[in-house]
């Protein structure tokens, strides 16, 4: 038998987060092999060690999608008129305090 880190049991079907990063999604697959027990989560296609995965009760497994899902419309409203405008305020920025400016998608940020 599959058991999270909490000593539920993980099926097909079972809604899922992964502790080390937080990625949920639903059980497609469980394996078992020489070192470990695995489940292969349907929002990546990745296998991960159960042992790291914890069971989500329904209503919050559909607030994490909900999220998602938001995120995903916010990007693909992304376009070329809104990059233009960010282009503008980048170079604006760089007038007014210099070329030393970095705006790169390198900076720190709050990782949401």
């Known amino acids: 038998m599959s058991t999270d880190f909490k000593g539920k049991n993980i099926v ?11 990625t949920a999604g ?11 027990k695995w489940a292969q989560m349907d ?5 991960y060690n159960i042992r790291f995965l914890e069971i ?13 899902s938001l995120r995903e419309r916010i990007s693909a409203e992304k376009s070329p008129e809104k990059d233009e405008i960010a ?5 604006k920025l760089k007038k007014k305090f210099g070329e030393d400016v970095d705006m790169s998608n390198e900076l720190c940020d709050g990782g949401g």
């Open 87 to 91: 282009r503008k305020t980048v170079e």
């Open 12 to 22: 097909k079907g079972t809604h899922v987060r992964y502790t080390g990063t937080g």
């Open 26 to 36: 639903e059980v497609l697959d469980v394996r078992e092999d020489q070192k470990a």
């Open 56 to 68: 989500m009760d329904p209503e919050e497994y559909q607030k994490v999608k909900h999220r998602e």
């Open 43 to 47: 929002s990546t296609n990745l296998w």
